[in-house]
């Protein structure tokens, strides 16, 4: 069976760090695309960063570039998500998920397994 689980999330105050980790089971997704994507209350999952097979190349949502940093390691089948200078706007419950593709890809329909999902909330 398939699992993505994510950890790490919680409540920190704006400005502060979290580091989120998806562990992935089952199967190896070392030849896949990942992704991190978040949902706050009333709006739709947006994706945040992406990661492609290697770790050689990322994407970032021009909302959190320069403040996120996406990760991989292969040997662990772990994609880690570094979330610097967080803001109140970051509050979401935040999933990982593993892509169809081995390069990167933002869309949700290009991710066809995911996490349950970890709630950041950040406070003012």
């Known amino acids: 069976q398939v699992q993505l689980v994510e950890s790490g999330g919680g409540l920190v105050q704006a400005g502060g760090s979290l580091r989120l980790v998806c562990a992935a089971s089952?199967?190896?997704?070392?030849?896949?695309?990942m992704g991190w994507f978040r949902q706050a209350p009333g709006k739709e999952r947006e994706s945040v960063a992406a990661?492609?097979?290697?770790?050689?190349?990322?994407y970032y949502a021009d909302s959190v570039k320069g403040r996120f940093t996406i990760s991989r390691d292969n040997a662990k089948n772990t994609v880690y998500l570094q979330m610097n200078s967080l803001k109140p706007e970051d509050t979401a419950v935040y999933y990982c998920?593993?892509?169809?593709?081995?390069?990167?890809?933002?869309?949700?329909?290009?991710?066809?397994?995911w996490g349950q999902g970890t709630q950041v909330t950040v406070s003012s």
């Open positions: 990661i492609n097979w290697s770790g050689g190349s990322a």
């Open positions: 089952g199967r190896t997704f070392s030849s896949n695309a």
């Open positions: 998920a593993a892509g169809r593709y081995s390069e990167i890809k933002s869309r949700i329909r290009d991710y066809n397994y």
